[in-house]
């Protein structure tokens, strides 16, 4: 964290970057990154593609005034990111040649950053932003308390997570005793579906399958399904905890093609499984419990493929017992 902050404090002109797809942690956390670094005086910028944020979190950017980008930017600071790589930017955007400053909590995260604070131990990267505001005097104000609570608590399903402690419990708290609008949070994350993201998650429903083996369960939506409900590729986002709902499913995947050819792969495990290895074997990513890819070919190949890599991959793993 002390490198983190000398890093801040030599920085003029910091750009603010996220990960592609970015959920609610990963924009919280960089909507209060940028406009608290531009209330110590910095002239912070963002870099966060408006047509990138799906429907259901527009809210979090409508909460404040985010930054637009920063000319000749001195410092990058990449938060929830585990990979340069996966950094949401217009393809045109080139970064510039500057030092990288990487805040993350991800297990898979390849330390890309000439300063690198990653935590794997932390619930959520907006955890880390909480404590790391806190130790540099920071004062939050109520909206930004509510940003990082909407990425606290999707990052650990409502608090449900194992990787939910006492230190995840206590920024939640202070959060909420700085104003944090966690009923009206929760609504905005469960209850406000848009009527394409209910007509998306009935074909969700629809396509669930589970392996003969009873460990493995999975779903899908097409290129073709997603447009005929009126959904876009941005809409996908946590439809993996269809088939994770299941009692005695290990391993959950939801595979959606935003493309023809180009299909996007959620993982997410049970039992303290670990699953980056098994997304690693297949090109992807991500944390311990909570995985991704993104794979060329058909659908059917593709879930052919990490069907049998995952029912494989149970039969290897020593699984906990409840």
Same mark, same amino acid.
């Given at each position: 964290?002390?490198?983190?902050?000398?890093?801040? /404090?030599?920085?003029?002109?910091?750009?603010?970057?996220?990960?592609?797809?970015?959920? *609610?942690?990963?924009?919280?956390?960089?909507?209060?990154?940028?406009?608290?670094?531009?209330?110590?005086?910095?002239?912070?910028?963002?870099?966060?593609? =408006?047509?990138?944020?799906?429907?259901?979190?527009?809210?979090?950017?409508?909460?404040?005034?985010?930054?637009?980008?920063?000319?000749?930017?001195?410092?990058?600071?990449?938060?929830?990111?585990?990979?340069?790589? @996966?950094?949401?930017? *217009?393809? =045109?955007?080139?970064?510039?040649?500057?030092?990288?400053?990487?805040?993350?909590?991800?297990?898979?995260? /390849?330390?890309?950053?000439?300063?690198?604070?990653?935590?794997?131990? $932390?619930?959520?990267?907006?955890?880390?932003?909480?404590?790391?505001?806190?130790?540099?005097?920071?004062?939050?104000?109520?909206?930004?308390?509510?940003?990082?609570?909407?990425?606290?608590?999707?990052?650990?399903?409502?608090?449900? !997570?194992?990787?939910?402690?006492?230190?995840?419990?206590? $920024?939640? $708290? #202070?959060?909420?005793?700085?104003?944090?609008?966690?009923?009206?949070?929760?609504?905005?994350?469960?209850?406000?579906?848009?009527?394409?993201?209910?007509?998306?998650? @009935?074909?969700?429903?629809?396509?669930?399958?589970?392996? *003969?083996?009873?460990?493995? &369960?999975?779903?899908?939506?097409?290129?073709?399904?997603?447009?005929?409900?009126?959904?876009?590729?941005?809409?996908?986002?946590?439809?993996?905890?269809?088939?994770?709902?299941?009692?005695?499913?290990?391993?959950?995947?939801?595979?959606?093609?935003?493309?023809?050819?180009?299909?996007?792969?959620?993982?997410?495990?049970?039992?303290?499984?670990?699953?980056?290895?098994?997304?690693?074997?297949?090109?992807?990513?991500?944390?311990?419990? &909570?995985?991704?890819?993104?794979?060329?070919?058909? !659908? #059917?190949?593709?879930?052919?493929?990490?069907?049998?890599?995952?029912?494989?991959?149970?039969?290897?793993?020593? /699984?906990?017992?409840?």
């Amino acid at each position: 964290m002390q490198e983190v902050l000398k890093a801040f /404090e030599d920085s003029h002109r910091p750009l603010v970057c996220g990960h592609v797809k970015p959920d *609610p942690d990963c924009i919280g956390s960089m909507l209060v990154m940028s406009t608290a670094l531009r209330g110590m005086g910095k002239a912070a910028g963002l870099l966060l593609p =408006e047509n990138t944020v799906g429907r259901r979190y527009h809210f979090m950017p409508e909460m404040v005034n985010p930054p637009g980008l920063v000319n000749e930017p001195d410092l990058i600071v990449t938060l929830d990111t585990a990979m340069l790589k @996966r950094i949401n930017k *217009p393809k =045109e955007y080139h970064l510039p040649d500057v030092p990288i400053c990487n805040i993350d909590h991800h297990l898979g995260n /390849e330390r890309f950053g000439r300063f690198n604070w990653v935590d794997t131990a $932390a619930a959520s990267t907006c955890q880390m932003v909480f404590f790391l505001l806190r130790e540099m005097g920071i004062t939050l104000t109520a909206e930004q308390a509510t940003l990082l609570y909407a990425g606290l608590h999707t990052d650990t399903c409502g608090f449900s !997570l194992s990787s939910t402690d006492y230190t995840t419990l206590t $920024a939640g $708290a #202070e959060l909420a005793r700085g104003g944090a609008k966690i009923g009206w949070v929760c609504q905005k994350l469960h209850r406000s579906l848009h009527l394409n993201e209910f007509k998306l998650m @009935r074909v969700v429903y629809d396509n669930m399958q589970i392996s *003969p083996c009873g460990r493995f &369960a999975w779903s899908t939506v097409t290129y073709q399904e997603l447009n005929a409900v009126g959904a876009e590729p941005r809409d996908i986002d946590d439809q993996v905890a269809v088939p994770r709902s299941i009692g005695g499913i290990k391993i959950a995947a939801f595979f959606s093609e935003s493309k023809s050819g180009v299909i996007r792969i959620n993982l997410r495990a049970e039992d303290d499984i670990n699953i980056l290895p098994l997304a690693r074997s297949f090109g992807g990513g991500g944390h311990a419990q &909570a995985a991704g890819a993104i794979m060329e070919g058909s !659908l #059917e190949q593709v879930v052919d493929r990490v069907k049998q890599l995952s029912i494989a991959y149970l039969d290897k793993v020593k /699984e906990k017992v409840v």
